[in-house]
């Protein structure tokens, strides 16, 4: 007969409060973005986020670039930040968007990626052309791709609660209801043409 042995593992947890790394403007970030432009860069990345962090999944697994060889293994793929971006309907319209999260919030907030190259800010255009500047994954951070993925996640459904719940106190019409949630479902849907 089998014994049975108890797994014990002391060691605590990585514990962070998510929501609040995805939500709240870093110091760093406060004097380069306005708050509505952070809520909109936080909408667009709920919308496409988990999009990215699987494109950089996929880049992890490659390394080194004729700039930096990366003996050791520990960024991914150097790419421009176009090329991070999954090619689609939705991604091709909202891309000029999509490369402000990646630089704002992947970039300036988190530090999932890292350029090769320092961005140069144009004071007198209000630019910053990182059209020669290859940014890569920090591969001691993919742990972090799940926790950020749950964010989106929970943020999708969250919104869709909400919008389910407004239609429900102005309709009071449960067909109503179910008609709005199956619309929301095909919109994330479509948004991932």
């Known amino acids: 007969m089998s014994k049975y042995f108890k797994?014990?593992?002391?060691?605590?947890?990585?514990k962070h409060n998510y929501f609040s790394i995805v939500f709240?403007?870093?110091e760093h970030v406060k004097s380069k973005l306005s708050l509505p432009?952070?809520?909109?860069?936080?909408?667009?990345?709920?919308?496409?986020?988990?999009?990215?962090?699987?494109?950089f999944v996929v880049t992890a697994s490659n390394s080194g670039s004729p700039e930096d060889l990366d003996e050791k293994r520990e960024y991914g793929e150097p790419n421009q930040l176009n090329?991070?971006?999954?090619?689609g309907v939705f991604t091709n319209l909202f891309r000029e968007q999509i490369l402000q999260v990646l630089y704002y919030k992947y970039y300036l907030q988190y530090l999932f990626?890292?350029?090769l190259s320092e961005p140069i800010e144009d004071e007198q255009s209000n630019t910053i052309?990182?059209?020669?500047v290859r940014f890569r994954l920090r591969k001691s951070l993919l742990y972090l791709i799940i926790p950020f993925r749950r964010v989106y996640i929970v943020s999708a459904i969250a919104v869709?609660?909400?919008?389910?719940a407004l239609s429900y106190l102005v309709t009071t019409n449960l067909w109503f209801v179910?008609?709005?949630?199956?619309?929301?479902?095909?919109?994330?849907r479509l948004l991932k043409l």
Do not use: M, Y
């Open 7 to 14: 797994i014990v593992d002391s060691q605590s947890p990585i």
């Open 24 to 26: 709240i403007r870093g």
């Open 37 to 55: 432009r952070w809520l909109w860069l936080c909408a667009v990345e709920v919308l496409f986020g988990k999009e990215l962090l699987e494109s």
């Open 83 to 87: 090329l991070h971006i999954p090619s």
């Open 113 to 115: 990626i890292l350029p």
């Open 129 to 132: 052309n990182l059209t020669r």
């Open 160 to 164: 869709h609660l909400v919008v389910e």
């Open 178 to 188: 179910a008609a709005v949630g199956a619309l929301i479902e095909l919109l994330r």
